[in-house]
């Protein structure tokens, strides 16, 4: 059969000589080839259609269906190629039309005879596969075009979550060193901190002096953020109870960060306070009066508390705190004010050697 259909193809190419120069060489092979595979792949198919099929019925039954069916694959095959060839030249067994008829006529009884081939059961599960095969195949057609795109998320997933993880790491392990150090430190002091004692004995000229510059500054700069930050938050807390606001303590915590770290004023802390009272309880009087008893110690208890350190200014300690914690993360937030106030020590130190200059000057 499959001589057959070459033949046909042998015989087209005889009548146009002409067409063999732009054809490559072993053609014949290879197309005898395909029509071979179609066939062949064709009965595979069939015989694989009709078993899942007819997984329930009776063996006999369905090999006696399956070899109908394989049976008019043949003929229709067969006949296609006869109508290709002039009948003085064909090759083998002769298949009529009449014959194509009668077994699609035996075909169709054998369908008939067979109820389970058309069951309910047997028609979901076809149509269930359809729909699951087309759904993977549609999944893997987009993810084969996406792919780049899935392999860089999963890449850029993994890689957030490792960086993530060791920076935790990385600040749990800062944090433990560094507490632990300055546990040491304070155990270790006597009358003076540790530090500042090994630069006292470095310099026995200057040594007193320098250590009562570093105390004075140190104490100055700490105890004026800490007294600001303790007071607005207990403030801020004080008037939003007060007022009966919803949010209390967010506004407390925020209130104390702006106090420590000035870069902006505390009284901004009451905007949520402010937003609930006016839109939330619509009560637009107490929203002014809260804004105005943020804002009112402003006034009176920034420059009470900031007097108390000489010579310098709210917003210089401010961007040493904020500067340390940009630098040096949040063990910054002590080593950045404890920077400014070597700034502080200088600038005493130096005006305190001027002043003993000028006093055992006119004796000299």
Known sequence: MVKLGGSIINQ???????????????????????????????????????????????????????????????????????????????????????????????FLEHIQKTPELMSIKTLSLLVNNMSLSSGLQSVWVLLKANMGLVVQALTTLISLVFESGFAVFNFIINIVVFLTALFYLLSSSGRLYKPVQIITDCSPIYGKKLAVAIETAVHEVLTASFKLALFYGLWTWLIHSLFQVQLVYIPSAFASILAAIPILGPYWACIPGVLDLYL?????????????????????????????????????????????????????????????????????????????????????
């Open 12 to 106: 087209t190419v005889v009548h146009n000589p002409e067409v063999m120069q732009y054809l490559p060489e072993g053609w014949e092979d290879q197309l005898d080839s395909i029509l071979n595979n179609t066939y062949t792949y064709g009965r595979v198919g069939i015989s694989k259609m009709i078993s899942s099929l007819l997984k329930d019925v009776k063996k006999e039954k369905a090999a006696e269906f399956e070899s109908t069916a394989l049976e008019l694959w043949d003929r229709i095959y067969q006949a296609w190629l006869m109508s290709t060839l002039e009948p003085d030249k064909s090759v083998g067994p002769k298949v009529t039309s009449g014959a194509v008829s009668q077994s699609w006529s035996t």
């Open 280 to 364: 939330v309880q619509g009560n637009p009087i107490k929203a002014l009066v809260l804004v105005l008893f943020q804002i009112l110690p402003t006034f009176f208890v920034d420059a009470a508390i900031y007097n108390e350190i000489q010579g310098g200014h709210p917003y210089l300690t401010g961007l040493s705190v904020a500067g340390g914690v940009f630098w040096l993360g949040i063990e910054g937030a002590i080593i950045g004010p404890l920077l400014l106030c070597c700034l502080f020590v200088i600038v005493n130190m130096s005006t305190s050697i001027l002043r003993e200059n000028l006093v055992s000057s006119p004796g000299a």
